[in-house]
C-alpha cells in the first residue's frame, strides 16, 4: 500500500468467472502522522511527506495567510473539529491524486467543518470529502470544482452559505 489513501476493488466471481458483483474501496495506509491545531499565523503548506495530517483541534487561518493542502494529501479531522478560514485555505488536487478529508474514527456519522467568514476565501479542485461540512457566511467565499462531497449517514448538511456567504461549485 502507498503512505495515504488507496483504492482496492473487490470482485465477485460466479462459476464461469462472470462478474457478479464489484465494490471500490477506500483505505488509508499511514507510516507517519502529523497532529495539528490552533492557530496557522504564516503561510503553510500541508502535503502527504508528513504523513496523514490529522486535526485533533480545532484550526484557524489567520487573516492575510494562506494553507495550501497539496495534491494526494490526506486530512482526517477529530469528531466535530473546524478549520476556520480568515485568510485563504487553496486545496489543488488533481485527477490523478485528489485530496482526501475524512473523519480520524472514520465513523460515517462524525463530523467537521470548514468554514469561511468576513473575508475568508475556501478553493478547492478535486477534494474528495466524506461526512464533513462546507460553510461560509459574512461575505466568505467557497469554491469547490471537480470535488466530491458524502455524508454516508444522512445525518449532515454538507454546504450551508449565510449572511452573505457565496459558493461557487
Known amino acids: ?5 488507496n483504492l482496492v476493488t473487490v470482485t465477485a466471481l460466479d462459476a464461469d468467472t462472470n462478474v457478479v ?23 503553510t503548506t500541508w502535503n502527504n ?20 493542502i497539496a495534491a494526494n494529501t490526506v486530512v482526517m479531522f ?7 478560514v480568515n485568510g485563504t485555505l487553496d486545496m489543488q488536487g488533481t485527477s490523478a491524486n485528489p485530496i482526501y478529508m475524512f473523519p480520524s474514527d472514520c465513523s460515517t456519522s462524525s463530523a467537521w467543518t470548514i468554514e469561511s467568514a468576513a473575508s475568508g476565501v475556501v478553493t478547492g479542485n478535486y477534494v474528495v470529502t466524506s ?23 444522512g445525518t449532515n448538511i454538507i454546504i450551508a452559505a449565510t449572511g452573505g456567504g457565496q459558493v461557487t461549485l
Do not use: C, F
Not at 511527506?49 to 495550501?68: C, E, F, M, Q, R
Not at 461526512?131 to 458524502?150: N, Q
Open 78 to 84: 477529530d469528531n466535530g473539529r473546524r478549520l476556520s
Open 131 to 153: 461526512s464533513g461540512r462546507y460553510t461560509t457566511s459574512g461575505g466568505g467565499v467557497l469554491s469547490l470544482v471537480d470535488s466530491t462531497m458524502t455524508d454516508p449517514a
Open 1 to 5: 500500500l502507498n503512505q495515504g489513501e
Open 49 to 68: 511527506s508528513a504523513g496523514v495530517i490529522y486535526v485533533t483541534g480545532d484550526v484557524t487561518v489567520n487573516p492575510g495567510i494562506k494553507l495550501t
Open 21 to 43: 458483483q464489484s465494490k471500490i474501496y477506500n483505505i488509508i495506509y499511514r507510516t507517519a502522522q502529523n497532529s495539528t491545531n490552533g492557530a496557522i499565523s504564516s503561510t
